[in-house]
């Protein structure tokens, strides 16, 4: 057969047989008009070289598979010889593997030491300027838009729901105690070192949930005069999760988890969909007495949404 043909047979280009037979790896017949005419063994050589080739074995080692392919062998790997090409094979990829493993675990120690390392430096007044991305908010965020999903919470008591707390054991929402809490719901909170879900800044009301957590660290102590001694950040994320937030942002309260969306069952609230996950849409709840006082849905822009409680609980009634 022509050249042509056992190139389509094995997959492989016309140069590649050439080469093949450049190495001495097949030996074609010559016709009378000088013309290499491969015979089917031929034609299965090469196939056989291209398969292992793609294993990752050089061509020179493929040798021994001819060999045994020659000897009369119904398969290239029926003989000792090729079975230690095999194990030489992995031996090299075991190799390999273990020296980039290596490079990933001092690669991945780098990014966490110098990611971590400069969302430390964000003091809690924050420093616009240095501040990682996870501490700023980009520019022509959308904006969500108040579609009802939380117009009936008002005046409805507060559900038996316990949920894990960061600060060790549980929180159970219908028994927060007199007086007013304050308990803000967001989607996730996205750490320095990790990428956020594709598209997050594209979904209304996602983005800033570092930047909100910041602002309500930075007006804890005014929520307090104000008369809300109890702030709760909650979302879906597991309780050690959010505490590496809570240490590494030094949050002065406590985030509640709640990844079977208890909360949302119990009250009817939203939620979406992003990059696989159910999450929180973004809600803050002022619960006093046992009873929700007030919602605040939309939320936005949440790096001003402590301020923003601040402002209400000002011009709330106090009786």
């Not at 159910?278 to 929700?292: N, P």
Request: with cysteine.
């Amino acid at each position: 057969m022509r050249i042509g043909e056992v190139a389509r047979r094995a997959g492989v280009t016309t140069k590649t047989v050439r080469y093949y037979e450049s190495l001495g790896l097949i030996t074609p017949a010559r016709l009378a008009n000088g013309y290499r005419d491969y015979s089917e063994h031929d034609a299965r050589l090469v196939g056989e070289m291209r398969a292992l080739t793609r294993l990752g074995i050089a061509v020179e080692q493929t040798r021994p598979f001819l060999a045994c392919l020659a000897g009369g062998h119904d398969h290239a790997d029926d003989c000792p010889a090729s079975l230690a090409v095999y194990r030489a094979a992995i031996d090299d990829l075991d190799e390999r593997i273990e020296a980039l493993s290596a490079r990933r675990a001092v690669l991945a120690r780098h990014l966490q030491d110098a990611a971590y390392r400069t969302s430390r430096a964000a003091g809690p007044a924050g420093a616009a300027a240095t501040a990682p991305e996870v501490h700023r908010l980009p520019a022509n965020l959308p904006v969500p838009q108040d579609d009802g999903a939380a117009d009936h919470l008002p005046g409805l008591p507060a559900p038996r729901v316990r949920l894990s707390s960061t600060a060790g054991g549980t929180v159970a929402l219908d028994a927060l105690g007199a007086g007013r809490s304050v308990v803000y719901l967001y989607p996730l909170t996205g750490r320095p070192d990790t990428d956020l879900p594709e598209g997050w800044d594209t979904i209304p009301g996602a983005r800033g949930c570092t930047t909100e957590a910041c602002d309500f660290r930075d007006h804890h102590g005014d929520l307090a005069e104000l008369g809300v001694p109890r702030v709760f950040g909650l979302s879906s994320q597991p309780t050690d999760y959010q505490q590496e937030v809570v240490e590494r942002l030094r949050l002065p309260f406590a985030m509640l988890s709640d990844p079977g969306f208890e909360l949302a069952a119990a009250l009817d609230l939203p939620t979406f969909e992003a990059a696989g996950s159910r999450l929180y849409r973004r809600l803050t709840l002022v619960i006093r007495d046992g009873v929700i006082e007030h919602v605040f849905h939309p939320v936005f822009p949440p790096d001003q949404h402590a301020r923003q409680v601040l402002h209400w609980l000002r011009g709330a009634p106090t009786a």
